[in-house]
């Protein structure tokens, strides 16, 4: 099985539409982040999580919220999705003495 | 914002080369890594260098830093087509335990 493991892989959706994806780790990092990646521009910070209780905005955080059920759980929500929003999603998690990143598959998401 | 700009965008090269991407990057940083991502894949660690080390090797990889242009490169050498991939420098800046990539460097490696 996968350390870092995100669901779905893949979903279509609608513009308005509340979406939801999922991150769950076995590595046992209290560091989880969630990355946005398009096309021409990498990698963009949407928010990072140092513990259950610690929860930042990143660089790209607006119409996203993020909810951290447990160490090993990250999840990333659209409220209400909008075809910009359309991308690839990494969740990732960091190890602290090491500084350095673990990455999932990645979510893709096209909302219509 | 973009913490690393990468140079090139996209490199094309025949098995066998060397290639050589930099990174640039804006502020002080604690460490600078390299990652690697096959395509539509997850990224990769490939290697971290510390703000105090210049140069740092693993295996084909070779890594330098430069603080005081605020640079990095990484080389890779005897390129294999299976070297072909983006690869993309992440700056710690040490505030609050955030990596910040670059755009990335395409590399195509011609068998």
């Known amino acids: 099985d996968a350390d870092v493991t995100q669901t779905p892989r893949n979903r279509i959706t609608k513009t308005g539409k509340r979406i939801m994806l999922e991150c769950s780790q076995t590595k046992g990092h209290d560091r989880m982040y969630w990355y946005r990646q398009d096309p021409g521009l990498g990698l963009r910070l949407i928010y990072y999580s140092f513990d259950v209780k610690d929860i930042n905005k990143g660089e790209i955080s607006d119409g996203y919220s993020v909810s951290r059920q447990a160490q090993a759980k990250f999840s990333l929500s659209l409220e209400s999705a909008i075809p910009n929003q359309t991308a690839l999603y990494f969740c990732a998690t960091r190890d602290s003495y090491t500084g350095e990143l673990f990455f999932g598959e990645g979510s893709r998401l096209t909302v219509l | 914002s973009q913490q690393g700009e990468e140079d090139p965008q996209a490199l094309s090269i025949q098995e066998g080369e060397n290639a050589t991407m930099n990174c640039s990057y804006k502020t002080s940083i604690n460490n600078l890594q390299w990652y690697r991502q096959n395509s539509g894949r997850g990224l990769v660690h490939l290697i971290l260098i510390r703000s105090n080390e210049r140069e740092k090797h693993s295996g084909r990889l070779r890594v330098t830093l430069d603080t005081s242009k605020k640079s990095s490169s990484l080389l890779i050498t005897a390129s294999r087509a299976a070297d072909t991939a983006s690869y993309f420098c992440?700056?710690?800046?040490?505030?609050?335990?955030?990596?910040?990539f670059g755009q990335g460097t395409e590399l195509s490696v011609k068998p």
């Open positions: 992440a700056t710690d800046n040490n505030q609050g335990g955030k990596l910040i």
